[in-house]
């Protein structure tokens, strides 16, 4: 596709379920990005992956929180036991490092814990 | 811990006004990058500005990076309602991985 895409676009769950969310960078982007936005706040980076593996996952906030991205291009984020302060926008963004640091982001996923 | 505030947070006003919104920081940022999103999409890169004082136009947009690359600016002349969503400032961190943003500035311009 043209652009990074997400799915689901909304997710409504609820509490302590397991959720994935889905992440389709652009083609031939290496570096690929997770953020979370909460209501009326910026985004706020969870994890990076430059390949295959997770290059820096300070972001993500416990344990609860994995990301994988196994062939380097499709990654999903994966939320165990989601709490209500889970519910947010959950962003990706893919770059081709080698052309500086525009990250070009997807439309999001919307989360809702119930 | 670099961080960015953005001020205003919201700025409401009519149609033909001029704004200025600013992004600043106590850290130096090899460069700031100005995003804008609309609901239910993601944010979308408007400029980057990599060197102190450097002044960048789109159109009616004026992007300008502080002499000691800690802050920013984004002025917009003679607003229009199809200008109206939400501003961003990032600027990456050291080794390049990832994006600090601020918390945004939401804008409305009515008609």
């Known amino acids: 596709g043209a652009g990074v895409s997400q799915t689901p676009s909304n997710k409504v769950t609820e509490k302590g379920k397991y959720v994935e969310l889905r992440c389709d960078p652009i083609?031939?982007?290496?570096?690929l990005y997770w953020y979370r936005q909460s209501l009326g706040q910026g985004p706020e980076f969870l994890i990076y992956?430059?390949?295959?593996?997770?290059?820096?996952d300070s972001g993500l906030p416990n344990d609860r929180f994995f990301a994988v991205r196994p062939e380097g291009s499709v990654s999903t984020l994966k939320i165990q036991r989601t709490e209500r302060g889970d519910s947010a926008v959950y962003l990706c963004?893919?770059?081709?490092?080698?052309?500086?640091?525009?990250?070009?982001f997807g439309p999001g996923t919307r989360l809702t814990v119930l | 811990t670099q961080l960015l505030e953005q001020s205003p947070q919201f700025l409401s006003i009519q149609e033909g006004e001029n704004l200025t919104v600013y992004c600043n920081s106590s850290?130096?940022?090899?460069?700031l990058q100005w995003y804008r999103q609309e609901p239910g999409e993601g944010p979308v890169l408007l400029v980057t500005?990599?060197?102190?004082?450097e002044v960048k136009k789109l159109k009616r947009l004026t992007f300008q990076f502080g002499d000691a690359r800690k802050d920013s600016s984004l002025h917009i002349t003679a607003a229009q309602p199809g200008d109206t969503g939400l501003y961003l400032c990032?600027?990456?961190?050291?080794?390049?991985?990832?994006?600090?943003f601020g918390g945004g500035t939401r804008l409305m311009v009515k008609p």
């Open positions: 963004a893919s770059s081709y490092e080698l052309e500086g640091p525009e990250q070009f």
């Open positions: 083609s031939g982007h290496t570096a």
């Open positions: 992956f430059q390949g295959t593996g997770a290059a820096d």
């Open positions: 850290s130096v940022f090899s460069s």
């Open positions: 500005v990599v060197t102190g004082g």
């Open positions: 990032a600027g990456p961190n050291n080794a390049g991985n990832m994006l600090t």
